[in-house]
């Protein structure tokens, strides 16, 4: 599922929860911008994660340069590590 879709398949669940899933995303990428260094190493070179906060995410990203690049919003659990070739 892309990103997005996650939105949509959240406020269709429930009206709100798609608009609740975003900004424990929008929170979430404020803090991996401000601070990429402090999250968990997941995996080389240089992959880190975050926990979403309420959802069963992480976010799987590193720091290039300047910027941080995201490699994946992945499940906790479904198919683990399946953004591997990704990075």
Same mark, same amino acid.
């Given at each position: ?6 939105? =949509? ?7 709100? &929860?798609? %608009?609740?899933? &975003?900004? =424990? #995303?929008?929170? %979430?990428?404020? %803090?991996?911008?401000?601070? @990429?260094? $402090?999250?968990?190493?997941?995996? /080389?070179?240089?992959? $880190?994660?975050? !926990?979403? %906060?309420? #959802?069963?995410?992480?976010?799987? #990203? !590193?720091?290039?340069?300047? =910027?941080? /690049?995201? &490699?994946?919003? =992945?499940?906790? $659990?479904?198919? @683990?590590?399946?953004?591997?070739? $990704?990075?």
């Amino acid at each position: 599922m892309e990103h997005l879709e996650y939105v =949509a398949y959240y406020e269709m669940q429930r009206a709100g &929860l798609g %608009a609740r899933y &975003l900004a =424990a #995303f929008d929170k %979430a990428m404020e %803090a991996i911008c401000a601070h @990429p260094e $402090r999250f968990r190493l997941e995996d /080389e070179p240089g992959i $880190r994660r975050y !926990r979403m %906060a309420g #959802f069963p995410y992480n976010i799987l #990203f !590193r720091q290039s340069y300047d =910027a941080v /690049e995201v &490699l994946a919003v =992945a499940p906790h $659990r479904r198919r @683990p590590r399946y953004w591997l070739g $990704r990075g």
